[in-house]
């Protein structure tokens, strides 16, 4: 079946840096996203990963390990409008849908 | 560029009363077509998807329905709203190229 797992909730101060962890199971990988949305709001596209590496985008950065089912997206030099959820979702070949994670709460504080 | 609505943004309708939702499409041709539900503090549920217009798959069974009447139109729908139905209801498409979905501004339902 697929599966996604990541922590529910992290807290950080405002210029650190912070990663949050996705690990996911499925079948006909077919790319890792990751989406933000601040509360009452829609998701909002980041990154997508389909190779193994690290894509850079700013401050945002997103890593993929396909052989481990594993990403993770590292945001440098937080700001307080970094805090929002932030959404691993992953697609497959065998089908039109993406599978989300929970989200993961992240709260940025000065 | 692609844009993509939804109608109503808010929405109170009391329990036992019918429900539509309006999502629409523009600048882009047969795209996949998502309803997803957030209730508050959770994370997404896909109610349900369409390759194609009248292709309608359903992912959790409930008391919703939805329609692809148009290539570019999908409606969600209710004959009796429930109290669990109350939600932040979002709508996305995706293209050929990847799985890459993009959201509309939602509609956030309470049902008293």
């Known amino acids: 079946g697929q599966n996604i797992d990541q922590p529910t909730e992290m807290t950080a101060t405002e210029g650190a840096i912070v990663q949050i962890n996705c690990t996911y199971q499925?079948?006909?990988?077919?790319?890792l996203f990751w989406y933000q949305q601040h509360a009452g709001e829609a998701p909002t596209f980041l990154s997508y990963?389909?190779?193994?590496g690290l894509e850079e985008k700013g401050r945002f950065s997103s890593f993929l390990s396909r052989s481990k089912g594993y990403s993770y997206l590292l945001l440098k030099e937080l700001q307080m409008k970094d805090s929002a959820s932030y959404l691993c979702?992953?697609?497959?070949?065998?089908?039109?849908?993406?599978?989300f994670g929970t989200g993961t709460r992240l709260q940025v504080f000065p | 560029s692609q844009t993509i609505h939804q109608w109503p943004a808010t929405l109170v309708q009391p329990v036992g009363s019918p429900l539509s939702l309006e999502c629409t499409v523009e600048?882009?041709?047969?795209?996949?077509l998502y309803w997803y539900r957030q209730a508050a503090g959770r994370g997404l549920q896909l109610l349900f998807y369409?390759?194609?217009?009248?292709?309608i798959s359903s992912e959790v069974p409930q008391n919703l329905s939805a329609s692809r009447p148009q290539d570019r139109q999908f409606i969600l729908s209710s004959k009796k709203l429930l109290l669990s139905d109350s939600g932040f209801y979002l709508c996305?498409?995706?293209?050929?190229?990847?799985?890459?979905?993009?959201f509309g501004p939602g509609t956030r339902l309470t049902v008293l």
């Open positions: 996305a498409w995706s293209g050929d190229r990847d799985n890459e979905q993009f």
């Open positions: 600048g882009t041709s047969n795209p996949n």
């Open positions: 369409s390759v194609g217009i009248g292709q």
């Open positions: 499925t079948s006909g990988f077919n790319g």
């Open positions: 979702a992953v697609g497959s070949y065998n089908t039109d849908k993406l599978i």
């Open positions: 990963n389909v190779l193994d």
